[in-house]
DNA sequence: ATGCTTTTTGTATTTACTGTCAGAAGAAGT
DNA sequence: ACTTCTTCTGACAGTAAATACAAAAAGCAT
């Protein structure tokens, strides 16, 4: 990228200064496109988040699509970088899952944040002219279901796992739940609810050769 | 409902006759909703989907909402009252079940319909104005989970599960891998693909007490 | 200090598309 | 001929994304 993430308002530069921090509006519209997905949020009402007028919206980001993309940069490092890596490095296959699925619970029902994920909100009702984002988000979903499917077929070679463990299935299964439980996320039910839910993720796992 | 889905042409009627059959429209106008979710599915597609212009349309079936709303019982009543039927009817809990997402994985990627879940594609931005589908679709996706509830409560009584499986968690679970599915299979993949993913479903359940 | 350049701000507008409908003309039965 | 119902053309009001334009506010050179 060319634009770093966090940047304050520079003092030393010439003319007019900006009324706002780049990575406070940036923060503001994600909360704005978690919480709606992309069409539904509108830039006037991403302008009354973020605190700003069109025109320095669009000197500052481009276009509605550009900061869509930019935001979801911004969402997924924060976000899912952490448990992404827990599941690849710890090692017990079944704890590594567990932990990951509960983690998922907190992100996506957090009191902090928009209920739900936001590139499952962005993946439908998505007009088929926004090819960029259409890309970016299944490439997402994509990496998501490899993701799993590379720590089973660690687990499998380590023998956590029997030989005969259908990967990529039970990877599909697993990306399926998570995007599931983030639709769940947003019916207005309780953490713990939604924990027990992903708590169930483990059981798809087949049993150990050794018990 | 006061109008019957069933309607072929009256000829022995007054005024200008019709010149297309309401059920085969209204089927039309699901395939877009099917495919598009409700608001990404201007009137103007559908009109044209349906062969028809808007003043018909509205003649016909109210407006754009009542018009969802007739496509989505239709929807409801064609494909997913049979698995249904099937899981409540099968004695076996663990057939029941696989049953039922094997079903179900064929409706939502099917050669012959739109791929996936016209209910979940249309629980996700929706727009907070439009009360009466958000209120149906809740419903319908509540009524989901309340079916499996019951049917694993009805498994458990007659000890095809253990006494102390958290029913409303695991219908949860089924629910969201459910809808999780549903958001998969517009992902272009092949139905043995979402088959195989579909059969962990079965794997959530616990071991039973005899085996 | 003063004028020039640079960048952002705010207002107001443009273009395109949305759901919905009024009104006139067409096509049937009585 | 008259009534009844459906057809089509065209338009309405509302909202979307995106931008033109001029005023405002900073640094810099003289």
Avoid: H
Avoid at 195 to 200: E, G, S
């Amino acid at each position: 990228m060319d634009t770093p993430l966090t940047e304050t308002p520079v003092r030393g530069r010439k003319g007019r200064p900006r009324k706002f921090e780049r990575e406070k509006a940036l923060r503001k519209a994600l909360e704005v496109f978690w919480e709606m997905g992309y069409e539904p949020a509108s830039v006037s009402r991403l302008c009354e988040a973020m605190g700003v007028n069109p025109p320095s919206l669009y000197a500052t980001f481009g276009n509605k699509s550009s900061l869509f993309l930019e935001a979801l940069r911004f969402y997924e490092k924060t976000y899912w970088q952490s448990p992404a890596n827990k599941l690849m490095s710890e090692p017990d296959i079944r704890r590594a899952i567990a932990a990951y699925f509960d983690e998922a619970a907190e992100i996506i029902l957090s009191p902090d944040n928009p209920c739900g994920c936001m590139v499952v909100t962005a993946a439908v009702n998505i007009s088929d002219s926004e090819t960029e984002i259409i890309r970016r988000v299944r490439e997402i979903r994509e990496d998501t279901r490899k993701m799993f499917a590379e720590r089973l077929r660690a687990a499998i070679k380590v023998g956590q796992l029997p030989p005969g463990t259908d990967a990529p299935a039970l990877a599909g299964a697993f990306n399926a739940l998570l995007e599931g439980l983030s639709l769940q996320a947003k019916s207005g039910l309780f953490q713990s609810e939604l924990k027990a839910m992903a708590a169930c993720a483990v059981r798809m796992l087949p049993e150990s050769p050794r018990g």
